[in-house]
């Protein structure tokens, strides 16, 4: 394999993130592209109930989503600073640990899912009306959501091995492998919101093979570890999990807390303007992960680099691998947001026909929803941070305050204050609010120290 051979103790700290964003970047936000198309052909092909239907599904989805990275951020962070430290073989059990300990969440969440799925679909905010849309679509997914944890912890841990190309071609395929099997299956062959479905869960399969095939044929110093069957080793291994997800558990909050956003808002949307309401969120979920993948990939491309040089001790590094980062976040989180403001109208209708109600809701309120774009971008860089550097009580506790504790009171009270615009502005208060604490307290910690 044509490794990127990236130095994290000497090399230049601008070359290196370098290395890393970009094809991380392209990665996200190839699956975000994915996200987009699934809605286009959705909202166009099946119609917007069934649009508002995924939207109910999405919560899980991201569920599993944050399980994946909190196991595969915090396998990187600790085997990160393993491999700083030249142990090669505890790096090696910690990535493995990390794997069967979410395969096990996973099967545990599949076959809830699967014994109780109208329960699960209403606790997420389902109507009659959406019930059957949601269920078809929900036991069509769960087939490769397995697949899909494989993905998800495997990206963070081949970009530490030294590949993040490898990484970004496993979510290239993955992207372009789904988006052709939407349109074949919700257009030529007629399988509505079933084959969206069912194209999700084949190209989750494709790309967990892609990351198991990397770890047993093409991994440098990363590769899985035939733990031993005692008592002694399975204490070991419980101990070590539990420090894994409590460094990784921000990021798992991050995702739980966009689940919350959507169980929320669905249920807010629902009570204020009904089903073509929550059809018109569902546009601005569909955006969401691309705005949460860009700046995931500037919080991601400087972990390895952070995580690395706090371990071997470098501190002036992983300052300097900090500044490139947030300033990197600032220019992101401009050009969505200003990208939000000018273009709703065709974002709006890249989910909703022009003719339907959802459209004008939906073109009115994504410029407000674009208002948490720079903001969001800094907290979650701020909050990587504090992960690569084993801080996990600050980096939860900020996760806390912008995706549930700011938030939640946000949609439910701004509506009452300031009509329905309080619906789209409760995420962009609930950032701006979590970065000012964010700001202060880290000016305050650097003149302490």
Known sequence: MDRDKLDFKNGEIKRLFSAMFFPTLIGMASNSVLNICDGMFVGHGVGSNALAAINIVAPLFLICTGIGLMFGIGASVIGGIRLAEGNVKAARIIMTQAYIAGAIIFGSVILASLLFTGPVLYLMGCSPALEELASDYLLWLLPGLVFFFLQCAGMMLIRLDGSPRYAMSVQIVA????????????????????GASMATSISCIVAGIMVVAYFIFFSDKLKFYRLRMSVKSLRLS?????????????????????????ITGNYMFLAYLGEAGVAAFSAGCYLFPLIFSISNAVAQSSQPIISYNYGAGLPDRVRQALKIAVLTACACGTVISAAMWGGSDLLAGIFINSSDTAYGIASTGLPLLGLCTLPFALNITFIGYYQSCEQSARSITYMMLRGIIFMVPGF??????????GLWLAIPISELLTLAIIVIAYIFNVRKH
């Open 175 to 194: 992207a372009v492998l789904n988006i052709f099997l939407d349109w074949y299956m919700v257009f030529p062959l007629g399988m509505g919101i079933k």
């Open 238 to 262: 419980i101990r070590n999990v539990g420090y894994m997800a409590k460094i990784g558990l921000a990021t798992f909050i991050a995702e739980l807390a966009i689940g919350v956003m959507m």
């Open 412 to 421: 439910i009270l701004l509506p009452r204050w300031i009509g329905s615009s």
